[in-house]
């Protein structure tokens, strides 16, 4: 199986059962590293000034949701995002969760992907996609319990939920913020912003 097989079928296994109806999601802003195509994974790396303008623009989108807790990766990336959310929406407490880091690559992190996509990248010590589907769902399933969650994090988590939850995989770049909303039908996304956060986007890149 390719790789989005693979996840799909780990993600799915795993049986991502959200106990509310709706919940929000927001990668986090740019990255140097994202700009450039560097495999990220782990490591630390920061927002660029045009990330955290992405993601101050982003955050009162969620103003009007109420949203009650916010799950973030530790990630500086990420955990820098859900700083400036929690600011505009009056939050003095964000939950950072390591199993919502985004997939590792191991001795492959910091090098550039030249063109291969972040999600091949099978040896050097990387984390197995079905892997790293199952944790993620792990996770979800943990902090999707109650009230109205927004979850702050990467590109990879937020392939796992639409595999999860069997929704079309469309690239909705950086700092995007998504609602997730349960139906009779399954469960759909709604991007609550136009912006298209594509302008420096490489879908098979490192997230």
Not at 152 to 170: M, P, S
Not at 179 to 187: E, H, I, L, P, Y
Request: glycine share 8%.
């Amino acid at each position: 199986m390719n790789w989005r097989d693979v996840m799909r079928t780990a993600a799915q296994e795993a049986n991502l059962n959200p106990q509310v109806d709706r919940f929000w999601f927001l990668r986090h802003g740019l990255t140097d590293s994202n700009k450039l195509d560097i495999n990220q994974g782990w490591l630390d790396t920061p927002l660029n000034a045009h990330g955290m303008a992405q993601v101050e623009a982003a955050a009162p989108h969620f103003m009007n949701h109420s949203i009650s807790h916010i799950h973030a990766s530790p990630l500086k990336r990420a955990r820098v995002s859900a700083e400036i959310v929690a600011r505009h929406l009056g939050h003095s407490h964000i939950n950072f969760h390591d199993d919502l880091r985004e997939r590792g690559v191991g001795e492959h992190e910091g090098t550039p992907a030249h063109g291969k996509s972040f999600w091949e990248i099978a040896d050097g010590g990387a984390e197995p996609v079905d892997v790293f589907a199952r944790r993620v769902v792990g996770a979800l399933n943990t902090l999707l319990t109650q009230d109205a969650p927004l979850v702050v994090a990467h590109g990879g988590i937020r392939r796992v939920i639409f595999a999860a939850l069997d929704i079309k995989d469309t690239h909705f770049g950086n700092a995007i913020p998504l609602m997730f909303v349960r139906s009779s039908g399954g469960w759909t996304v709604e991007r609550l912003s136009e912006n298209t956060g594509q302008d420096t986007f490489n879908p098979h890149s490192a997230v």
